[in-house]
């Protein structure tokens, strides 16, 4: 395009900077490192089909799940990028049975720490389907100087510096927050540049889709399964039935609906009494998205999920967000039978 002068991440992180007034430019750095890590799992992604980065890992990681090569080469590869950064201090990841905590001098007095999940919807890769990977940063409660522990980790998630995540798709892009709004930027392959290209990322008060994996149906809340139904009742004065689009990556359906509107649903099961997805890894930071982006992120029950105090690494919760007309309107039905 004639004109056209791109404002890159690092541009619009420092102009950003400016809002916090004990900012020391270390974030922005940060935030930057991330981007670059980004870059080079966008590569290794876009050459999943010609080199040997398909198929299984050979282990099994802390949530009993195959690891694949892309989810190892991932975590290496954004852990790398935290531990050379300077400003991290230990790196809370979903592919590690716990904490990653950097020793070096420089490390140990970082302010910050990570929280991530560095390839979600990995049982994808194999079929070309999108990706992403989710971050969340925080400041660290332990003096600097010492060495970080599980403890630093344990914080609600209205306590993120930062949040976002990265999504593998036609196009790469990254959506992040500081607390100053919802901000995307694709990643223009010509420059190597990760570019602005939405701002102040807006989800509909209402929204037509609904994404759950339906084939779980019969071990879903009884509310759940209400919610489900109404959803797909004819009603032209609520423009339902609603469309159903569940791909199985969090990352791929959150992004979809916080641009058009919509819910995301991954409730507590018969099998998984505690829910299935992980609070300090996908749910905190997604949740911090969605309420910057003028969304809804709660349990199903009222319970907002930055508030959630967490209790182990690895904590799975109930996860509703999305539009918040339509988050309203499940937590009705799931209230009804709330013990």
């Not at 029950?301 to 339509?326: A, C, W």
Request: hydrophobic content about 35%; overall charge negative.
């Amino acid at each position: 395009m004639k004109g056209y002068q791109p404002q890159t991440l690092n541009e619009v992180i420092i102009q950003q900077q400016s809002a916090f007034p004990y900012a020391k430019g270390e974030l922005s750095r940060l935030l930057s490192h991330l981007g670059v890590a980004a870059k080079i799992v966008h590569k290794k992604v876009n050459k999943a089909g010609l080199v040997d980065i398909l198929g299984e890992a050979g282990e099994i990681n802390v949530q009993g799940e195959d690891q694949k090569k892309l989810d190892v080469f991932a975590d290496e590869t954004f852990i790398n990028a935290f531990r050379t950064s300077g400003m991290v201090a230990g790196v809370a990841s979903e592919e590690q049975d716990n904490v990653v905590v950097f020793t070096d001098e420089l490390s140990m007095n970082a302010n910050y720490i990570i929280c991530m999940d560095p390839l979600d919807g990995s049982s994808n890769i194999d079929v070309n389907v999108s990706i992403g990977t989710i971050f969340s940063i925080y400041r660290r409660i332990s003096p600097p100087g010492t060495a970080v522990t599980e403890a630093d980790f344990m914080q609600e998630g209205n306590k993120q510096v930062a949040a976002g995540y990265v999504v593998y798709g036609s196009s790469t892009m990254m959506v992040y927050t500081t607390g100053l709004g919802t901000t995307g930027f694709t990643l223009d392959p010509s420059i190597g540049e990760f570019c602005l290209s939405n701002m102040f990322m807006e989800t509909p008060k209402e929204g037509t889709i609904y994404s759950i994996n339906e084939g779980n149906y019969i071990k879903f809340p009884q509310g759940v399964k209400d919610y489900i139904k109404y959803c797909q009742i004819e009603d032209k004065a609520t423009k339902r039935p609603y469309s159903s689009r569940y791909i199985g990556s969090l990352v791929a359906d959150f992004h979809r609906n916080l641009l058009k509107g919509g819910i995301f649903i991954y409730p507590k099961t018969s099998s998984s009494p505690n829910g299935k997805l992980r609070l300090l890894y996908e749910c905190n930071p997604m949740a911090f998205l969605a309420e910057q982006a003028g969304g809804r992120a709660t349990d199903g029950y009222g319970n907002r999920i930055m508030d959630i105090k967490p209790t182990e690494l690895h904590q799975r919760v109930s996860f509703f967000s999305g539009s918040s007309s339509m988050v309203d309107k499940a937590e009705e039905f799931m209230k009804k039978y709330e013990e």
